[in-house]
């Protein structure tokens, strides 16, 4: 006996394994991770902004 299918092959699986499929959730959950990425980035180049300034003359 096999967990959790007796085979091992995509063929056992007929829908969606995703529960939010169909909706706009995978949308959002992209644009809330764009969000975090873009906001990493800025705040990144806002410290070593500031510490190249420490450097320059």
């Known amino acids: 006996m096999?967990?959790?299918?007796?085979?091992?092959?995509w063929s056992?699986?007929?829908g969606a394994m995703f529960m939010g499929w169909g909706s706009g959730m995978p949308g959002l959950y992209t644009l809330i991770a764009?969000?975090?990425?873009v906001a990493v980035l800025l705040f990144?180049?806002?410290t070593e902004s500031a510490k190249t300034k420490q450097f320059e003359k």
């Open 2 to 9: 096999g967990f959790p299918y007796d085979e091992a092959s």
């Open 12 to 14: 056992v699986v007929d």
């Open 34 to 37: 764009a969000g975090i990425c």
């Open 44 to 46: 990144g180049q806002k």
